[in-house]
Structures are given as C-alpha cells and as structure tokens.
C-alpha cells in the first residue's frame, strides 16, 4: 500500500485516502478482504473505522516483487463532526467489511492487531456549516 492522503481537515469534512495496493506473492488472496483505514487517539484507542467495501484484493493481479501491477484505491468518506479536534494515527488493515482486521500485511508498523501505521493527520475544528449538515443528514427521520 502506498498511500495519499491529506494531512489536515475538519470534522464533518471529506476525508480522501488513495493509494496503490499490489500482491507480490506467491498466490492470489482466495479470501478476500476489505481495505480499511483506522483513525487512533495519541492513547491507542480506535476512535473510528472506515471501510472501503468497492476494493477487495482479491482481484490484484499476483507477480513477482517490482512486477506486480498496481491497483488504484480512492475512499472518499466524511469524518463526523462529532470528532474531537486533534492529532489522530491512520492505521491500514484488510480484513472483513466491518473492519475486523485478518489478513497480516508486509508493512512496518504493525499495532500487534493487524493494523499497520501509515501516518499522522489531524482533525480541526468543524466547519459550521459543513457540521451543520452532517447532522441534519445523520439525524433525518426514517422514511
């Protein structure tokens, strides 16, 4: 996984992570699994998960290292504006659709979990007007 992401954002704010996955290995990933992007508080504790359920590395491509074609992989999701504003580790696990991270990974970094340390990126303050309409759209009424 070689990851791009921005450093900085507001809660209630898009959050963008794209990166290029490939399997340099000696078989494909029969299982499957989800990539998943984890947001850690300076303490260790999992402050929220996201899963990106439309890649599956099931379908990369397996070759030799430095042969193996790259996947393109783009999550756009929305921090909620409840986020506390703050410093946060990104971690990187494949693993079920709920983020149960299962499948061990070659990256430095492992949390002992299957979660791997990509980063640092911090959460600002909301925007107003963008926290406003997250909540709006959180606590609409069922239809």
Not at 84 to 98: D, H, K, M, N, R
Not at 126 to 141: C, F, I, L, M, Q
Request: glycine content about 14%; aromatic content about 8%.
């Amino acid at each position: 996984m070689q990851p791009r992401l921005r450093q900085a954002g507001p809660a209630g704010g898009r959050l963008e992570i794209a990166g290029r996955w490939t399997n340099e290995g000696v078989a494909p990933c029969y299982g499957g699994g989800n990539p998943a992007f984890t947001l850690k508080t300076p303490s260790g504790a999992i402050m929220l998960t996201f899963v990106d359920e439309q890649f599956d590395v099931r379908n990369l491509a397996v070759a030799a290292p430095g042969e193996a074609p790259p996947a393109q992989q783009r999550l756009v999701t929305q921090v909620p504006g409840n986020v506390a504003p703050g410093q946060y580790e990104l971690f990187v696990s494949v693993g079920s659709v709920i983020g149960t991270a299962v499948i061990g990974l070659p990256i430095d970094g492992d949390d002992g979990q299957r979660r791997y340390r990509l980063g640092t990126i911090t959460i600002l303050e909301p925007d107003r007007s963008t926290a406003e309409a997250w909540w709006r759209g959180y606590h609409r009424p069922l239809e």
